[in-house]
């Protein structure tokens, strides 16, 4: 999958509209220019994506576009034509904290749905009751499939929102019966782990949940659901090592990249990749070319230059775990969670 940043990051996504907050953090170091991709810009991406062997592979199962929030870009209908030249499916991710029906974003989304695009979402507690739940009973009218990604600070937190998903389903009816199954399923694995293993490592979890289907197929509607626990990050921006629901052990990142498969990339708006699903704030310096300014052929020399330089990174990374130095960066500038 190309995951594609048409989008900058303000915090600010229950706006309805763009507006000029440019005096603000952390906005105010990134030049306006820079805040929404423009269809040139995708044009010139959505080119280069065909040139590129790796990418174009990528491009063939998924482009998702994100952000930021994606439907903040006021282009973003435009863009999604573009990138569909590229690719057979591409979907949009939303936080569906929009004020209403009438807002901008929400009819671009339409719009994009309308062209057969497909919208996915992260449930945010905060925003649930007001803005997502209303908009949410819409979007499952006008589209049969969808991802909702549940990140989560420890069990009970997963279970409240596993709960919150399976209320709104139990209320639309007998076509959505398999994914109220689904969320029940989890809900039987998660309370069991609460009851018997509150404080579980990753592992216990894992095996545990591990034969929970990802996805509810169905005759009108199929979810499917990816479970996310949280970190946290620093004043820095800098993530901590483990996970906030499993403290005590190291999370480690799997990176196909360093051992020569390159299964998902991540492109910022301003046309930078990373071989991951980081979303910039994992600092992974080693470089994978510009896909806006590169040529194809210097983009191809970059992956392979990287990927070696990353085989380096996580086997000394691995080293500094068994040694007691976890968290240590490294020269190759590979983040001391990927392994
Ligand atoms: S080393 Fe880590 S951050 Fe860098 S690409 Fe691999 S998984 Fe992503």
Redesign the pocket.
Known sequence: MLSIFVETSCNRYNRDECVDCHVYEPLADIPKSDWHMTPDQARVMAEKIGQVDVLNTLAQQEINLTGGEATQNPHIVEIFKIFKTAAPSVCLHTNLEMNSKSSKRWLRLVEILKEGGRADITLYPTAWEKFQKPLLKELITIQNRMIVNVIFENLPHLQMQTALLTNFFSEEGSDFGHVVQLLKDYDDKVSWLIKNQPDCDEAIYTTHMDDTEAFAHGKKFTLGLSLLPAFKVGPKGIRSMTSLPFPRDPYL?H?P??RGSIDIMTIRQTGEM???C?VGN?K?Q?EFGNLLTDSPDKIMAKFKESSKK?ST??EKNQKNLKSGQSGKWVEEG??PY?G
């Open positions: 990142i990176c990249a360093a990373t071989p991951c980081d994992l992974c080693p990353m990174g996580i590979i983040p990927c």
